[in-house]
């Protein structure tokens, strides 16, 4: 347990669903992150979070819109989406949001995209 | 592009046997992480070594870093059926402001 919850843990949708990711870190930390890992590939960094204000977006399709209402709270927010987004999504928190710090992540929701 | 690379891609040993896995990078780096991640589960954080380090331990790992090389290495000794996992290694790229991983080594201790 590592103190970073995510819900669901496992989520089959259909490209014209509409369907959220959630993660909740109990942690006291101020930065959240959102990586997807697919398959033989290395983890990519998706969204960062400081102090509840985006700070990083690394070329992420429009299909995925994250939201950070406090700082505890991150959510994934998913809509037409297609088969390649299938995927491992994790979540990560840590103490600033910088490459100093060590993350604490999530389990990961495992996306099916029909 | 990918900033840390690990080597070997697998790696399939006996219980007891150490193991040794090696991670290169391309920028200069602040400091160097190596995590573990269970089939299909997050990331767990294993040990942090800064950029003015050379060695470090925690438990029965050891981590080095050559700074010269753009290299760092992780030992596990006396290798257990449970550090059966993906490791990588990350570091806090060009400017310091993210982890950026590389594709890991799949680790396989037999019993």
């Known amino acids: 347990e590592t103190g970073v919850t995510q819900t669901p843990r496992h989520l089959v949708m259909g490209m014209t669903n509409k369907k959220s990711l959630k993660c909740e870190q109990h942690?006291?930390?101020?930065?959240m992150y959102w990586y997807k890992q697919s398959a033989k590939k290395p983890l990519e960094l998706m969204f960062v979070?400081?102090?509840?204000?985006?700070?990083e977006n690394n070329s992420v399709p429009s299909r995925f819109s994250p939201e950070c209402p406090n700082s505890s709270h991150l959510f994934l927010h998913l809509h037409t989406l297609q088969p390649e987004d299938s995927a491992l999504y994790l979540c990560?928190?840590?103490?600033?949001?910088?490459?100093?710090?060590?993350?604490?992540f999530g389990p990961g929701t495992r996306l099916t995209v029909l | 592009s990918q900033q840390g690379e690990e080597d070997p891609q697998a790696l399939s040993i006996q219980e007891g046997e150490n193991a040794t896995m090696n991670c290169s990078y391309k920028?200069?780096?602040?400091?160097l992480q190596w995590y573990r991640q269970n089939s299909g589960r997050g990331l767990v954080h294993l040990i942090l070594?800064?950029?003015?380090?050379r060695e470090k331990h925690s438990g029965r790992l050891r981590v080095t870093l050559d700074t010269s090389k753009k290299s760092s290495s992780l030992l596990i000794t006396a290798s257990r059926a449970a550090d059966t996992a993906s490791y990588f290694c990350?570091?806090?790229?060009?400017?310091?402001?993210?982890?950026?991983f590389g594709a890991g080594t799949i680790l396989r201790v037999k019993s």
């Open positions: 990350a570091t806090d790229g060009r400017y310091g402001n993210k982890l950026v």
């Open positions: 070594i800064r950029s003015n380090e």
């Open positions: 979070y400081s102090l509840e204000e985006r700070v």
């Open positions: 990560a928190s840590s103490q600033g949001a910088s490459g100093y710090n060590e993350q604490f």
């Open positions: 942690l006291g930390h101020n930065a």
């Open positions: 920028t200069s780096i602040n400091n």
